[in-house]
């Protein structure tokens, strides 16, 4: 089930760009960061947190966060999926 879980919440996963290098608390945005995400273009209807996987830093001060659920991590299944 740990496996399971795992496979399933790494099929979900989302590159978003920002217009900051630096999160809310001011930081670097880095692997491990949490980001709450709604996009109804992405079919992300309900507020759903993710868990910043990877960051590429780009010219302009822009950076494109690699997105996938928290329980890629954890190994559970998700309870919620973002299009529900």
Known sequence: ENKAGRMFASAIQYSVTVSTWRNPLGLL???GDTVALTSEG???YSETNFIVKNVVF???DTAVLELVLPEVYSG??????PWD
């Open 29 to 31: 945005w880095d692997a």
């Open 76 to 81: 559970g299944i998700p309870e919620n999926l």
């Open 42 to 44: 992405a079919m992300i």
């Open 58 to 60: 780009t010219r302009g």
